[in-house]
């Protein structure tokens, strides 16, 4: 087959294909009736600590050199996996990277601040600036743009998650890789499960599957919003723009799969659901989920589960999308008083 990828401009910055293992010790640990349980290791992408980040950083640094940018801009919360990744492919391309992070996640734990995804950022040489609380966002933007501008920066602006249809691209491409895995191990009808945010990882998958039939069903688990409707949309949107950046026909309504009921009290804050999951598969498996994102995806996904959505002759795959620096900013949740 082509490789419809080739037509965009990209920056190599990921390890590619990532591993798919099985689980078998997280399976036997579930009980007789659990599906068949892959994983898809997305955290070994490579690039500053892995993630689903750097699949789509490599088309935005890509289209941001072929603009001629120095400069990186992006956004997310305090603890963004996509900013430290930002940060860190800005600093293998030579690009500088400033990032405007918002103080938006109601967790007091003391680590939050200054550990984790933000203690990296700092290592990787980003500018950080952070919109106090209660700041007006738009106007915080204006100025740091404003700023930038005056000092003769050549300024390139991916979103938060860098979820454009740019970003999605790198999902579009995961989709293909994981369904290659798939045939080579003759696994059919298979589920992929991940957690849903932003929504470009979903929506580049979902894209994906226009031109890869053969592939899995993709269930995304919201680990983000509170409302439903706008985030499907979202993704909805998404994913219809990024199948037609690649010649494919719109993705069906009913192809959007996303389950609810894991967010917790709000994005960021943690649950119980996410520490049994974040411990149970360190102590069957030895891999390492993170509090926001995977540890909210696989308690969706156990969830599922044991209310008997799939069944023993089922084969689910988690994608792990990465964040395991965020671990350290939540240190109080995993460590006994
Ligand atoms: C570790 C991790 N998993 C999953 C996601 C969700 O990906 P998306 O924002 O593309 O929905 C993110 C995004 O921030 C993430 O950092």
């Not at 997280?26 to 007789?32: D, E, H, I, T």
């Not at 990296?120 to 106007?139: C, N, Q, S, W, Y």
Request: aromatic fraction near 8%.
């Amino acid at each position: 087959m082509a490789d419809v990828f080739a037509a965009f401009p990209r920056f190599p910055l990921a390890h590619l294909p990532t591993p798919l293992g099985e689980m078998k010790r997280l399976r036997a640990a579930l009980g007789p009736d659990a599906p068949r349980l892959f994983i898809k290791r997305d955290d070994c992408t490579g690039l500053g600590g892995g993630g689903n980040k750097t699949r789509k950083l490599e088309f935005i640094v890509g289209e941001a050199l072929a603009e001629g940018a120095d400069t990186i801009v992006t956004t997310g919360a305090l603890q963004s996996n996509h900013a430290r990744q930002t940060a860190a492919a800005a600093a293998a391309a030579g690009l500088k990277c400033v990032l405007v992070l918002m103080d938006m996640v109601p967790y007091q734990g003391a680590a939050y601040r200054r550990s984790g995804n933000r203690l990296l950022d700092d290592i990787f040489g980003a500018d950080v600036r952070i919109i106090p609380k209660g700041a007006d966002a738009t106007a915080f933007f204006k100025t740091v743009l404003g700023e930038l501008k005056a000092q003769g920066a050549k300024t390139y602006f991916t979103p938060a998650g860098g979820s454009t249809v740019t970003g999605s691209l790198g999902y579009a491409n995961a989709y293909a890789e994981l369904t290659d895995q798939l045939n080579a191990l003759g696994l059919k009808d298979v589920r992929l499960i991940h957690a849903s945010s932003s929504g470009g990882t979903q929506a580049g998958l979902i894209a994906g599957r226009m031109m890869r039939p053969d592939g899995p069903v993709v269930f995304g688990v919201n680990v983000y919003r509170l409302d439903h409707d706008k985030m499907r949309a979202d993704i909805t949107r998404l994913a219809a723009e990024t199948a037609t950046r690649l010649g494919l026909a719109t993705p069906a309504a009913d192809d959007i799969v996303l389950e609810d009921g894991f967010v917790g009290e709000a994005y960021g804050v943690p649950t119980k659901g996410m520490t049994d999951a974040v411990t149970l598969l360190a102590r069957t498996e030895g891999i390492l989920l993170d509090p926001v994102y995977t540890g909210k995806g696989m308690a969706g996904m156990l969830a599922l589960i044991a209310a008997g959505r799939f069944k023993r002759d089922d084969t689910l795959v988690f994608l792990h999308t990465g964040g395991m620096p965020g671990l350290f900013a939540y240190q109080e949740e995993f460590v006994a008083p």
